[in-house]
């Protein structure tokens, strides 16, 4: 049988433990129902920053949003940053309410995910810099070749923006705890590699063609299309100054000259 006096005795100290742990509950739910507030309210202010920074037209000209609209990510930044922040601040108030309720099994897990939250944040950061930087070196890049006359100018600027996106996502997936030194120790001897070979070719064999580079410069500061010269007792009209050579269209045909002999020889400008 049943003994009454013990099941009295166990319903209340059942009912004394419900009750000491009641508060420790209502705080608990406290901490969560404040913290998800404040985290909407910062949240927001966070997202308003942004915007004022204009951080969305930021990740729009670095070529960023295009990439995350391939990913599959339709959100904006200055969102992604908000929803971030706000996660960053409610997941304080989730811990101190279970570390107010005791529960420190379940602790340890959320502790790591907040400590790694700060490196999420500057990947992504650095993500949205180093797009832009490399946006802005490749255009001045491309533009600065353009106005030297190499036809090729935007060929450069493209590689200079891959080659610093390259970069730039290396240094991000560091950023998120991943040893990529091999990878970068290979990438910085490759890049040695082909400057010392680039160097090595402009110094055994391509002056000449250094030399033709920056002549065509000076030839479309002194020439005119369409104008009628004549270089080394060769008469025509010059029809196009390109990177290397220049093309003179003659009696009987066309002529390809160097850009140096232009400068370099006496060459007379007809009226």
Same mark, same amino acid.
């Given at each position: 049988?049943?003994?009454?006096?013990?099941?009295?005795?166990?319903?209340?100290?059942?009912?004394?433990? =419900?009750?000491?742990?009641?508060?420790?509950?209502?705080?608990? %739910?406290?901490?969560?129902?404040?913290?998800?507030?404040?985290? *909407? %309210?910062?949240?927001?202010? =966070?997202? *308003?920053?942004?915007?004022?920074?204009?951080?969305?037209?930021? =990740?729009? *000209?670095?070529?960023?949003?295009?990439?995350?609209?391939?990913?599959?990510?339709?959100? #904006?930044?200055?969102?992604?940053?908000?929803?971030?922040?706000?996660?960053?601040?409610?997941?304080?108030?989730?811990?101190?309410?279970?570390?107010?309720?005791?529960?420190?099994?379940?602790?340890?897990?959320?502790?790591?995910?907040?400590?790694?939250?700060?490196?999420?944040?500057?990947?992504?950061?650095?993500?949205?810099?180093?797009?832009?930087?490399?946006?802005?070196?490749?255009?001045?890049?491309?533009?600065?070749?353009?106005?030297?006359?190499?036809?090729?100018?935007?060929?450069?600027? *493209?590689?200079?923006?891959?080659?610093?996106?390259?970069?730039?996502?290396?240094?991000?997936?560091?950023?998120?705890?991943?040893?990529?030194?091999? %990878?970068?120790?290979?990438?910085?001897?490759?890049?040695?590699?082909? =400057?010392?070979?680039?160097?090595?070719?402009?110094?055994?064999?391509?002056?000449?063609?250094?030399?033709?580079?920056?002549?065509?410069?000076?030839?479309?500061?002194?020439?005119?299309?369409?104008?009628?010269?004549?270089?080394?007792?060769? #008469?025509?009209?010059?029809?196009?100054?390109?990177?290397?050579?220049?093309?003179?269209?003659?009696?009987?045909?066309?002529?390809?000259?160097?850009?140096?002999?232009?400068?370099?020889?006496?060459? #007379?400008?007809?009226?």
């Amino acid at each position: 049988m049943l003994n009454p006096e013990m099941i009295q005795y166990t319903l209340t100290n059942l009912v004394e433990q =419900v009750l000491s742990y009641l508060p420790m509950l209502l705080t608990a %739910l406290l901490l969560l129902f404040g913290g998800w507030l404040l985290a *909407r %309210l910062l949240s927001g202010v =966070v997202r *308003r920053i942004a915007q004022r920074l204009g951080i969305d037209d930021l =990740v729009e *000209r670095s070529g960023l949003a295009a990439g995350m609209q391939n990913a599959g990510i339709q959100r #904006k930044m200055t969102d992604l940053i908000a929803l971030l922040g706000f996660w960053l601040v409610w997941l304080y108030f989730i811990l101190a309410a279970i570390e107010n309720l005791g529960l420190s099994l379940a602790l340890s897990p959320l502790q790591a995910l907040l400590g790694y939250l700060p490196n999420i944040f500057a990947a992504i950061l650095t993500l949205v810099i180093g797009a832009l930087l490399a946006q802005v070196l490749g255009r001045s890049t491309q533009a600065a070749v353009a106005t030297m006359g190499v036809e090729f100018h935007e060929s450069i600027g *493209r590689a200079i923006r891959m080659l610093l996106l390259v970069i730039t996502g290396v240094v991000a997936v560091e950023q998120l705890g991943f040893d990529l030194s091999f %990878l970068t120790a290979t990438m910085t001897n490759l890049i040695t590699i082909a =400057v010392a070979g680039f160097a090595l070719a402009f110094g055994l064999g391509g002056r000449d063609i250094a030399r033709n580079v920056l002549a065509s410069y000076y030839v479309r500061e002194q020439f005119e299309l369409g104008a009628g010269i004549v270089v080394d007792g060769q #008469k025509g009209t010059l029809e196009s100054i390109g990177t290397v050579n220049s093309e003179i269209a003659v009696e009987d045909g066309h002529i390809v000259i160097p850009n140096t002999r232009l400068i370099e020889s006496a060459t #007379k400008i007809l009226d």
